[in-house]
Nanobody, 123 residues
Framework: QVQLVESGGGLVQAGVSLRLSCAAS????????MGWFRQAPGKDREFVAA????????YYASSVKGRFTISRDNAKNTAYLQIHSLKPEDTAVYFC????????????????WGQGTQVTVSS
């Protein structure tokens, strides 16, 4: 199994950029495809982005494509989510997740989850 810990969230102004990190430990990081999801108050958890084991393939929700970038550094056992031009509607708890299968837009396909990091965007 693998343990995941997100960091990098906080209170920021609209229009700025933020990078979230997901540090992994416990197993070989490169064996897992990684995903990012977010959940706003009163809303369902939604897919944001996913990346393959090698990092060669990436996938994005249409709502965030162009502003969000997912990446990974297997040497550092860390996945990242770079967010540009933050908007108030980006406010949510952001979760990273890992799967031994393949990248997916469906939360139930992921076996391991971090505790989440809060991103709050002010107007």
């Amino acid at each position: 199994q693998v343990q995941l810990v997100e960091s990098g969230g906080g209170l920021v102004q609209a229009g700025v950029s933020l990078r979230l990190s997901c540090a992994a430990s416990g197993r070989t990081f490169s064996r897992y495809a990684m995903g990012w999801f977010r959940q706003a108050p009163g809303k369902d958890r939604e897919f944001v982005a996913a990346i393959s084991r090698s990092g060669d393939s990436t996938y994005y929700a249409s709502s965030v494509k162009g502003r969000f970038t997912i990446s990974r550094d297997n040497a550092k056992n860390t996945a990242y989510l770079q967010i540009h031009s933050l908007k108030p509607e980006d406010t949510a708890v952001y979760f990273c997740a890992a799967t031994l299968i393949y990248p997916s837009t469906t939360a139930s396909r992921y076996d391991y989850w971090g505790q989440g990091t809060q991103v709050t965007v002010s107007s």
